[in-house]
């Protein structure tokens, strides 16, 4: 199984900033990459998909960058309505597995 | 406006069977997969099954592998998951999402609003 290992855990950011969020897999999964956003008691939302391809209807600070092994999520200007917890997932090969997840809190 | 309405959890006992429904609406059914991902309280997603639109080819982690059935019914769309010989370890809330795919993997790009399973004795 190809293992997703996501960073930080945790990350308390100011409104405005910028925030990254990585993600590595254990081997190349070939841009086969999606970023879940899940705000509190509510199911996940698809960001991006094919590792950089904004969702219909996502706004444009969110974009989504890497290959290979290693992908990231990023977000400009952070807005009070992005705290959240954010998931990768890859679907190069079954079966699919998430990262752990990243808690995006104000600070 | 597409919908998934996820219905049929509760509380069951280790080993028992429960069969959870998902109800679509807003998009054509049949041309798409499906897919069942769960989340157990306070923890990350899995994903537990994908079916092909017409339902001849499933797929399945291990972790349920010969314990949960994903079936569909175009007609209805309605997707379902059958699970027996539950353990304490399905626990969780399950969404229903539909599935884009290239090929037969892919993404989720829209999910339900999730039903709990509580498997307790």
């Known amino acids: 199984d190809i293992q997703m290992t996501q960073s930080p855990a945790s990350l308390s950011a100011s409104l405005g900033e910028t925030v990254t969020i990585e993600c590595r897999a254990s081997e190349d999964i070939y841009n086969g990459l999606a970023w879940y956003q899940q705000k509190p008691g509510k199911s996940p939302q698809l960001l991006i998909y094919n590792a950089n391809s904004l969702h219909t209807g996502v706004p444009s600070r969110f974009s989504g960058s890497g290959s290979g092994t290693q992908y990231s999520l990023k977000i400009n200007s952070l807005q009070s309505e992005d705290v959240a917890s954010y998931f990768c997932q890859q679907y190069y090969n079954y079966p699919y597995t998430f990262g752990a997840g990243t808690k995006l809190e104000l600070k | 406006e597409v919908q998934l309405v996820e219905s049929g959890g509760g509380l069951v006992q280790p080993g028992r069977s429960l069969k959870l429904s998902c109800a679509a609406s807003g998009f054509t059914f049949s041309n798409y997969y499906m897919a069942w991902v769960r989340q157990a309280p306070k923890k990350g997603l899995e994903w537990v099954a994908t079916i092909s639109t017409s339902g001849s080819r499933t797929y399945y982690p291990d972790s349920v592998k010969g314990r949960f059935t994903i079936s569909r019914d175009n007609a209805k769309s309605s997707l379902y998951l059958q699970m027996n010989s539950l353990k304490s370890e399905d626990t969780a809330t399950y969404y229903c999402?539909?599935?884009?795919?290239?090929?037969?993997?892919?993404?989720?790009?829209?999910w339900g609003q999730g039903v709990m399973v509580t498997v307790s004795s």
């Open positions: 999402a539909r599935h884009r795919t290239m090929g037969i993997l892919g993404y989720f790009d829209y």
